[in-house]
């Protein structure tokens, strides 16, 4: 191979790996480690979805579905949309079953970008966004929220940041990694802004099961909103089904085809036998989300006051797994910080800064873990910072 040439595409080249996955490269070789790291869930996927699944092999569901993933599903998902956040799609025209809700995210973003298009992304954002956006052609604007304000967006930044060239906005509610979550109200003002600028919302709403103290409102209930929301959500994080990789995507129907033309020619048909445990747990899994929402509820209000008292101050994160407490009374940065509680106390956070140039001086922690490690976990921080005081 001819070495002073480079095969690879420049904007492959160009992208960073995941920050995420650094660290739990570093933790992967110690032992007694702490993970408030990973973004999955503890439990297991509910057994009645696992005997789907098995049935599904023993009964011979072993080839394709259709592209969009079979009907059934597709029906189901139909009616959990309208019955528990009240927004109305086709299952025949208007659902893709995908790889994940991280391959919607990808297929919808190849579907509208055209080369320098942008999307506004808020941001600390989950780590694929900016990548994704930017592999699709486009180009990502990132909008840096505040702590002051929950790390909520406020309308005047999203008018600030709109040009001739914004296709769409990116949210994510509740978020990752801040947990911080849209009430109706903060969603209008949102919508409002996309109408008057006629743009899109790429809204992931993966985290919606996981809502702690208020109920939780679907960007595409919002009045006239259905229409320009691409709605992305699955069942990796409040159905405990990370390893199955099983997502959806809904949107109007044009949009919809346009996906299922990348989808059918990219990854044919999301896996059947996912599916079909996929189609269990919706009809057979609401018991099993609302226990483990209520565990997460618990552990949330114990770690922010754990948090808080050993003055890394954090807000109240309104759904997801995630706390997202400031560092900067240590004067560490978030990847000093992470690292020097990961070699002498042995626990894996996330450094904020992987997430967005405003989650400096942040760690994200993850509490998809037992209430005991995460006391542990409180122990082992709190003698970090009182050696570094």
Known sequence: MNTTKS??????????????????DLASGMEGVISLGVGEPDF??????????????????TSYTANAGLLELRVEIAHYMKTRFAV????????????GASQAIDIALRAIL????????????????????ELAGGSAVAVQTLKENDFKVLPSQLEEAITSKTKAIMICSPNNPTGSTLSK????????????????????????????????????????????????????????????????????????????KIHQYSLMCAPTMAQFAGLDSLRNGSNDVEEMKKSYHRRRNYIVESLNEMGLTCHIPGGAFYAFP??????????????KLLIEEKVAVVPGNVFGISGEGHIRCSYATSLEQLQEAMKRIKNFISNHS
């Open 326 to 339: 400031s560092i900067a009374s240590t004067g560490m940065s978030s990847e000093e910080f992470a690292e």
């Open 88 to 99: 109305q799609y086709a299952p025949k025209s208007e659902i893709i079953v995908t790889v």
């Open 7 to 24: 095969y690879i595409a420049k904007k492959v080249e160009e992208i960073k790996p995941s920050g995420i996955r650094k660290f739990f």
């Open 114 to 133: 055209d080369p320098g298009d942008e999307v506004i992304v808020l941001e600390p954002s989950f780590v694929s966004y900016i990548p994704l956006v």
């Open 185 to 260: 109200e903060e969603l209008k003002g949102i919508a409002a802004i996309a109408k008057e600028h006629d743009l899109l919302v790429l809204s992931d709403e993966i985290y919606a099961e996981l809502c702690y103290d208020d109920e939780y409102t679907s960007l595409g209930a919002i009045e006239d909103m259905r229409d320009r929301t691409i709605l992305i959500s699955g069942f990796s994080k409040g159905f405990a089904m990370t390893g199955w990789r099983l997502g959806f995507v809904c949107a109007e129907e044009s949009l919809i085809q346009a996906m299922l």
């Open 44 to 61: 297991v996927t509910s057994w009645s979805a696992r005997e789907a699944a098995i049935l599904s092999l023993e009964q011979g569901y």
